[in-house]
């Protein structure tokens, strides 16, 4: 029985890269908007549109049609348990 690591944070995702001026239709489209969706949960914006070779825009207008709900601009600096705690008292 063989083990396997677990990604690392670093390792992208496999978004297909898509050459400039390609239209998408269809469920090419649909295959593609479920995959920048699923990779926004662990990407930025920028770094999805480095990896699909898609503007910013494009991946922007993808996200807001499938209604998600975006994260503030900049670094979001982790919450520790500590000043969860803290800041509810």
């Known amino acids: 029985m ?4 677990p990604p690392s944070v670093d ?4 978004l297909p890269k898509i ?8 469920t090419r489209a649909a295959e ?20 699909t070779g898609r503007s910013y825009g494009a991946i922007y207008r993808i996200l807001r049609r499938a209604e ?3 994260r503030k601009r900049g670094y979001q600096h982790p919450v ?3 000043e969860a705690t803290e800041s509810s008292s």
Do not use: D, H
């Open 19 to 26: 050459k400039p001026g390609t239209r998408l239709k269809g």
């Open 2 to 5: 063989t083990t396997q690591t």
């Open 68 to 70: 998600v709900t975006f």
């Open 80 to 82: 520790t348990p500590n």
């Open 11 to 14: 390792q992208r995702t496999s």
């Open 32 to 51: 593609f908007s479920q995959q920048v969706v699923a990779a926004y949960a662990t990407l930025s914006i920028r770094a999805i549109c480095e990896e």
